[in-house]
């Protein structure tokens, strides 16, 4: 389970780059532009995080939806996360409203044993992330790679 685990978390990565490099079509122009991944959340292992990172988002001509490769680090206090993955933004109407989802390879580590957890065990996994005018709900799940034991993380927190 594990080695899957981390099969489908290098496809991911795998996939954010080919389709971030992907060439544009003699029809495209595209503008690239670097923005910043910042919340802060309410979560379960975590308990309360604040997350901070880059993203490089590709605006696709005539739309208003843009898409990119992304890294950030996240610091709570029961442990630490670090995720490299991929986003899409949608924004409508300059700023009326913001969307923007995201998918990552991530990797938690525990700094207490709360809940269970190993302090200082590695746990590697899959982490999605979606926000619609700030309100940002996550999921993951997240396997030891130790032993075959597991973690669910979910939060709803404020940010993208």
């Given at each position: 389970?594990?080695r899957?685990m ?6 991911i990565?795998i996939?954010?780059s080919?389709?971030?490099?992907r060439?544009?079509?003699a029809?495209e122009?595209?503008?690239?532009f670097p ?8 979560s379960?292992p975590q308990?309360m ?5 880059a993203t ?6 005539d739309?208003?939806?843009s898409?990119g ?5 996240e ?11 991929y986003?899409?933004a949608i924004?409508h109407g ?5 969307a ?6 991530s ?11 190993q302090s200082g065990?590695?746990?590697y ?5 979606g ?7 996550s999921a993951?799940?997240?396997f030891?790679s ?7 993380a ?6 993208f």
């Amino acid at each position: 389970m594990i080695r899957a685990m981390r099969e489908v978390s290098i496809l991911i990565v795998i996939l954010a780059s080919v389709f971030s490099s992907r060439p544009a079509a003699a029809s495209e122009t595209s503008s690239g532009f670097p923005f910043w991944v910042a919340n802060i959340k309410a979560s379960y292992p975590q308990i309360m995080s604040a997350e901070l990172g880059a993203t490089y988002q590709l605006k696709i001509p005539d739309s208003n939806v843009s898409h990119g490769p992304f890294i950030s680090y996240e610091p709570g206090l029961t442990g630490q996360k670090v995720h490299a993955g991929y986003s899409v933004a949608i924004v409508h109407g300059g700023i009326e409203w913001i969307a923007v989802g995201r998918l990552s390879a991530s990797y938690f580590q525990p700094w207490s044993s709360e809940f269970g957890l190993q302090s200082g065990a590695n746990y590697y996994g899959i982490e999605l992330v979606g926000s619609y005018n700030m309100f940002l709900l996550s999921a993951g799940q997240y396997f030891n790679s130790e032993n075959d034991k597991s973690i669910t993380a979910v939060g709803v927190g404020f940010g993208f």
